[in-house]
């Protein structure tokens, strides 16, 4: 399939729903005070709601702009969380005693 006929069977990565879910989640006054609490700062939610507002509007009348608003927001957002490093290293094998049982109940 070409591009454009790709382009034809597009839809948002999230239903319309979940992104207003998400702007009420953000909007919360438990998700504000953990917000303040962890980091200082309240959240930003306007993105929620554009995105809201985009998908709504795609929905609506298939406009080319609110689907690349979409597709812009959600590459962002991807790449802000690929910013974060893993706080454990991962495994590339399991550890040599991994079948042994576990010591559990015994002083060390």
């Known amino acids: 399939m070409a591009g454009s006929d790709l382009d034809a069977y ?10 207003w879910s998400e702007f009420r ?4 006054l438990w998700n504000r005070f953990h917000n303040y609490y962890t980091f200082g ?3 930003t939610c306007g ?3 554009e995105d809201y507002a ?17 597709r812009q927001s959600e590459r962002h957002r991807v790449a802000e969380q690929k910013k974060f490093t893993p706080v454990w ?4 094998e ?3 005693d991994w ?7 015994k002083d060390s």
């Open 99 to 105: 079948h042994m049982p576990l010591n559990q109940g």
């Open 54 to 70: 985009n998908c709504k509007e795609w929905e609506k009348s298939n406009s080319t702009q609110a689907k690349e608003a979409l």
């Open 25 to 28: 989640h953000c909007k919360s």
């Open 10 to 19: 597009w839809r948002p990565p999230r239903t319309c729903e979940d992104y």
């Open 94 to 96: 399991p550890p040599r």
């Open 47 to 49: 993105q929620w709601k």
């Open 41 to 43: 700062t309240s959240p």
């Open 89 to 92: 290293e991962l495994r590339k």
